[in-house]
C-alpha cells in the first residue's frame, strides 16, 4: 500500500489561524526529542549547527518525533548541496538552513533541496527514507510538494535583502537569527536591544510584504508576544538545554542555600 508522508511546515503554517510555537532540540537526544514532541508545542527544531548532531542522531531524532502530532524541522549546520541532500534523504521534510544573506544564496539553497530539471538535488529516493524506498507513490516527480525550505537571515545584509530572499523561488519561508544579528550589529549578547529588535521588525515587514511565513527565536515570553503582533507566524519559545539549566538552577535556589548560588539567569 502507498505511504502517505505527514504535511510539511509550509502546509502547517498555512493550515493554522495563529503562530506556531516551537521548542529548540539541541542536545543530540532522541529521548530528549521525544520529551519535546510529546509536550504539545506545534513544532521542535533539530539542530545540526549548534547542536552535537550528525546524520545517525538526526535520524534518531526524526523517528522519535514521528509518532507525536509536532512538525519537526532540522537546521542544517551550512547550505551545502551535499549536506542538504543527505539530510533530506534521512527523511526530513522541513529544512532550515543557517546564515543566508543574499538573494543568489537563496537561490542556492532551493536548489539544492529540488530535483532537476528544477534544481540540483540528488536523486537517491530508492534507497533513502524520504521516499520510504520508493514506497511513497510519484515522490520523484512530485518531491517539492513532500520537502518545505527554509532560510535563516542573520546579518544586517540579510536585513536589507529580507524581501529578495523570501521572493526566491523554491523559499518556502524566513526565519530571522537576533543572536548573530546582534553580534553582527556590534552587539554581541543583546538581542533584545531596541536596534537589534528594529531590524528583526524590518526583516518581519520585508518578508510578509513578499507573501511568506517569518519566524524568530525568542525565549522570553514578552518578546515573543511582540513579535507574534508584529508578524511572525513561527517562533522559537525555548530549548531542551535551557529548561533543563533553569530549571535545575531553580531547584539548587530552592533547596540549597549556598553563596555560590547565582541569580536567575537570562533564558538564552
Known amino acids: 500500500m502507498p505511504i502517505r508522508l505527514s504535511r510539511t511546515l ?9 503562530p ?3 521548542g ?19 513544532w521542535v527544531l533539530i539542530d545540526m549547527e549548534h547542536a552535537p548532531n550528525g546524520l545517525e542522531s ?3 531524532q526524526l523517528y522519535a518525533v514521528s509518532g507525536y502530532a509536532v512538525t519537526p524541522v532540522v537546521r542544517v549546520p551550512v547550505g551545502d548541496i551535499v549536506v542538504i541532500k543527505q539530510v533530506l534523504d534521512l527523511g526530513a521534510q522541513n529544512i532550515l538552513v543557517p546564515m543566508i544573506s543574499t538573494a543568489e544564496q537563496a537561490r542556492d539553497v532551493a536548489a539544492a533541496a529540488q530535483y532537476p530539471p528544477i534544481g540540483r538535488r540528488g536523486v537517491g ?11 511513497v507513490d510519484g515522490y520523484l516527480a512530485h518531491g517539492a510538494d513532500h520537502v518545505s525550505v527554509f532560510v535563516q537571515i542573520e546579518t544586517v545584509e540579510g536585513v536589507e535583502n529580507a524581501r529578495a530572499i523570501a521572493e526566491t523561488p523554491g523559499i ?16 554581541l549578547g543583546q538581542q533584545t536591544h531596541p536596534d ?6 524590518r526583516a518581519f515587514a520585508e518578508v510578509v510584504a513578499a507573501g511568506k511565513p517569518v519566524g524568530v527565536n525568542a525565549f522570553d515570553p514578552e518578546q515573543a508576544a511582540v513579535y507574534a503582533h508584529h508578524g511572525a507566524t513561527f517562533v522559537l519559545v525555548g530549548a531542551d538545554v535551557t529548561v533543563l539549566a533553569r530549571g535545575s538552577e531553580a531547584l539548587a535556589r530552592r533547596f540549597i542555600d549556598s553563596p555560590h548560588n547565582e541569580p536567575a539567569r537570562s533564558n538564552y
Not at 10 to 18: C, E, S
Not at 125 to 135: G, I, K, V, Y
Not at 178 to 186: Q, V
Open 125 to 135: 529516493s530508492a534507497l533513502a527514507r524520504s521516499a520510504r524506498w520508493n514506497r
Open 20 to 22: 506556531m510555537y516551537g
Open 58 to 60: 538526526v535520524l534518531a
Open 196 to 201: 537589534v529588535t528594529a531590524q528583526v521588525r
Open 10 to 18: 509550509r502546509d502547517a503554517l498555512a493550515a493554522i489561524d495563529r
Open 24 to 42: 529548540w532540540i539541541t542536545t543530540g537526544s532522541a529521548v530528549v526529542a521525544e520529551i519535546m514532541a510529546g509536550s504539545g508545542l506545534d
Open 172 to 187: 518556502d519561508g524566513v526565519f530571522v537569527g537576533p543572536s548573530d544579528l546582534a553580534a553582527a550589529m556590534g552587539l
